[in-house]
């Protein structure tokens, strides 16, 4: 070889040398602030399901890899499942007890949306700087027709939806001046950042069609969606099936959507009929969704107005399928009238719904999941609150084979996304491992995951979430919490 071949070869490989330094430092250097290394990735939205390295940086994903990375931090997830942080749209627990019980169950982002809240601005500061997952609301119909009827908060700021349901206001029928008071309370609510409209719509008997009609219409003109709880459960008419024909209709005359809540507990029998009914709808270009939890009991207040009336008969329950939630004790004629007079806003846990109802709601079609969980009271509730998304990977993906793996994460993570991304900015950076996504992560073991919360010992928490991390920071880790942290970041809407 000669001088001038020598001195040619050496300069392409000192000038191919410095290239790859180029192209690979900053994959090499610990430009990382964490790196959960080789696990098993699966990204509903891409499609992605392989073994991955993901770099985060800031609160965000910043490298998705198949080639290591190096980073200040580096966690181990060989044999685990990386997945999109978990998004529950009916989460009724907004505070760190119920989030800490939550993130075990591998959720990053709760958001109140079937009752709402109201006012918004305050609720939204109450928990600034002091909030375990991601939250969010949208604005509460039932607080809001309570102000305008004359109801003051017990906390001289913000009301419970239990005050503002209590009978003196949801039995009373509006008047259009009041109506129009309303109107402009949620409008007021969508400007301070709602995530939409929340009506409970069966603990109002009073709200006539026409006023809910024209909270659609104020909903369309904002292009935001209405959550709702269906007017009745019912087998006999006017039965659940015209309650969803009843949204159906203002969603086609107005173009708002709809969501439905809790498609299981609102149908009972129906369900497959309804089932049916919102795949037309949507096959026909209506914008409507819903969602079930994997339970075949219900939880409310034992005061609601479901509870009036002919409700056995039109349930199709008895007392004894009402469980107190204080006590355990299922209830008697005598025993029901008793706590309804004097604890109205006590709870009950009530049996109606049939496992096959159940299965198919879980395992439907765009079917989401969202745990309707709420607040631990004198350390009892429904274990829907600490075990549901668990509950669906372990004994309906894993144990039964009801759904995939990557189907059921995507009915937990992408398309409760994509249900509010049209309109809060937030959520297209969330329910998905992307680059440029929050860093909202769920870390989990696919052959241990499932609840461990019954109905008699709800507060347990679930097994097999090893990691969860919401906005880059852990708030689970080695399946402990973390004490004393509070990532978690307002969701908030920019309506038009």
């Not at 409760?416 to 329910?431: D, I, T, Y």
Request: proline share 4%; charged share 20%; aromatic share 8%.
């Amino acid at each position: 070889m000669t001088d001038m071949l020598r001195k040619l070869v050496s300069s392409i490989v000192l000038v191919c040398s410095f290239n790859s330094i180029l192209l690979f430092s900053p994959l090499q250097a610990a430009d990382f602030d964490l790196v959960i290394q080789g696990g098993r990735v699966i990204d509903p939205l891409s499609g992605l399901d392989a073994i991955r390295n993901v770099g985060l940086r800031a609160g965000k994903i910043s490298a998705i890899s198949k080639n290591l990375l190096s980073g200040k931090e580096i966690l181990d997830a060989t044999g685990l499942i990386v997945a999109p942080g978990f998004i529950d749209l009916h989460a009724h627990g907004q505070n760190n007890l119920a989030n800490e019980y939550q993130a075990r169950d591998g959720v990053t982002t709760a958001l109140e949306m079937e009752m709402g809240v109201y006012p918004l601005k305050a609720w939204y500061a109450s928990r600034e700087d002091n909030a375990l997952l991601n939250y969010g609301a949208t604005v509460s119909h039932s607080i809001v027709r309570a102000k305008a009827l004359g109801a003051e908060p017990e906390n001289k700021q913000l009301m419970s939806y239990k005050q503002a349901l209590a009978p003196g206001y949801s039995t009373q029928e509006l008047s259009p001046e009041t109506l129009q008071d309303v109107i402009q309370l949620i409008d007021e609510g969508l400007a301070e950042g709602g995530l939409g409209v929340g009506i409970g719509l069966a603990y109002l008997p009073g709200a006539r069609r026409s006023e809910i009609y024209s909270v659609y219409q104020l909903a369309a003109l904002h292009y935001i969606p209405v959550f709702v709880h269906a007017r009745v459960t019912s087998v006999k008419e006017p039965d659940s099936i015209s309650a969803l024909q009843e949204l159906i209709a203002n969603s086609v005359t107005t173009g708002a959507a709809t969501h439905i809540c809790h498609i299981g507990s609102l149908g009972g029998v129906q369900v497959p009929t309804m089932l049916e009914m919102i795949m037309g709808a949507r096959s026909r270009g209506i914008d409507i969704s819903t969602e079930v939890y994997p339970y075949t009991a219900a939880h409310t207040f034992i005061g609601a107005a479901i509870f009036s009336g002919k409700w056995r008969e039109n349930i199709g329950m008895d007392y004894s399928d009402l469980q107190w939630t204080l006590s355990g004790e299922r209830l008697s004629k005598q025993t029901f009238e008793k706590y309804r007079k004097e604890n109205p806003q006590g709870s009950v846990i009530a049996y109606f719904m049939p496992d096959s109802v159940v299965d198919l709601a879980v395992s439907g079609r765009n079917v989401m999941i969202a745990s309707d969980g709420g607040d631990w009271e004198n350390n009892a509730g429904h274990p829907r609150g600490a075990g549901t998304f668990s509950r669906v990977l372990g004994r309906y993906v894993r144990e039964r084979g009801l759904l995939s793996l990557k189907e059921a994460l995507a009915k937990m993570t992408i398309l409760p996304a994509q249900r509010l991304e049209k309109f809060v900015p937030a959520m297209k950076r969330k329910g998905r491992i992307a680059v440029g996504a929050d860093a909202d992560i769920t870390v989990f073991d696919a052959a241990e995951i499932v609840d461990k919360a019954s109905y008699t010992k709800p507060m347990q928490y679930s097994i097999g979430v090893k990691h969860v991390l919401v906005n880059g920071v852990f708030v689970v880790r080695n399946a402990e919490s973390r004490k004393e942290v509070f990532p978690g970041k307002p969701v908030m809407s920019q309506i038009n």
